[in-house]
């Protein structure tokens, strides 16, 4: 067991919100010219600790080690925890010998890399934040940081709407609340597929973006980078739409039964695409649709004449997404079965 005071390190590191405990080891035994396994075991680790790889493992502290981390980082506990997300996660008792353990990250959840001109000046080596997706964009800077191909870093500012896009989804998602996420993800999919299929986009803003960005089509590393700003639109609508679903309403209010019809032009209309949407786009909707179908009887709805939420409540989860996992690959998380790189499956068409 712990006993005393640990003593505090000489220089301290400034605490990055997000970041993992294993990058965050690394910057402060650096910053103090020690050995990573050196700071390991100086706050409970074994003595065949190794070093950890920030990129794809994480350090898991019992309670022991992460009194003694914040003691010798000369910050308190409640500070710690704030900051970086793994700080309670590990599975270690504080009567177990070995108060330090590196595991390997899955890997749908392996950090991202931080900002490099968010963490510019406040560490020399990269910083790997926890993530609950594969790529993430700054606004602050207007970059995009990822990992596949060894793309870390990539400036936007050939393409602001990305950024903006990127504004959107964390308002929508902040209206509502955890249900959001799923609804990106079932919009990056409906993305994914208009994209795959050569569709909505393809001979226009997604083309002219791969070509700011360098990039042919053979990249499958930038899809979700190049569809993103229609991905939100899409995702902002399919939320009009479940709003109205929540309370067994067809869209806006529209005659009782489906309104499929209604509905995809309408999402036709926000991306400025309305004749690409009626030549094939609405598939990959109507498929959509097909999932998310009202399942309240029409006599209900009807009598009940409920009206929606507001668009800042948090809607709550309808089917088929009972189950929104907090991180992993949007794909994992979206009720469609289709996957980038894979060949489309058949999906609803028009009635």
Not at 17 to 28: C, P, V
Not at 173 to 201: K, P, S
Request: hydrophobic share 45%; proline share 5%; glycine share 10%.
């Amino acid at each position: 067991m712990h006993v005393g005071m640990m003593a505090v390190l000489p220089r301290r590191v400034e605490l990055i919100r997000g970041e993992t405990l294993a990058s965050y080891m690394w910057r402060l035994a650096d910053r103090n010219g020690m050995a990573f396994e050196e700071l390991a075991r100086r706050i409970g680790g074994s003595r065949t600790v190794g070093q950890a790889d920030a990129e794809t493992q994480e350090v898991q502290l019992g309670p022991v080690a992460r009194q003694r981390l914040a003691e010798v980082s000369g910050r308190a506990v409640e500070q710690m925890e704030r900051a970086l997300p793994s700080w309670a996660a590990g599975r270690i008792g504080a009567r177990a010998p070995r108060q330090v353990r590196i595991e390997a990250w899955a890997v749908e959840q392996r950090p991202v890399q931080a900002c490099a001109l968010c963490v510019a000046g406040r560490s020399e080596r990269p910083v790997w934040r926890v993530h609950g997706e594969q790529w993430a964009v700054c606004t602050r800077h207007g970059r995009w940081t990822g990992r596949a191909d060894g793309r870390f870093q990539v400036g936007l500012s050939g393409l602001p709407e990305v950024v903006g896009a990127h504004v959107r989804r964390v308002r929508l998602e902040h209206r509502t609340g955890v249900y959001g996420r799923a609804l990106m993800a079932d919009a990056q999919q409906v993305a994914v597929y208009w994209w795959q299929c050569r569709q909505m986009g393809a001979r226009g803003v997604w083309r002219r973006r791969q070509e700011v960005l360098g990039v042919d089509r053979s990249a499958l590393w930038a899809v979700p980078l190049v569809v993103y700003p229609e991905a939100v639109i899409v995702a902002e609508s399919m939320a009009v739409r479940e709003r109205q679903r929540a309370v067994g309403r067809s869209f806006a209010g529209g005659p009782a039964g489906w309104s499929t019809g209604r509905w995809v032009a309408w999402v036709g209309e926000r991306l400025g695409m309305g004749e690409e949407m009626a030549e094939g786009g609405h598939r990959a909707l109507e498929a959509w649709l097909m999932a998310h179908r009202n399942r309240v009887p029409v006599v209900k709805r009807v009598a009940r004449e409920v009206r929606p939420a507001g668009r800042s409540v948090p809607l709550a989860l309808l089917e088929p997404h009972r189950v929104i996992p907090s991180a992993g690959p949007l794909e994992e998380v979206s009720c469609l079965p289709w996957r980038l790189g894979s060949p489309m499956t058949s999906v609803a068409s028009r009635g």
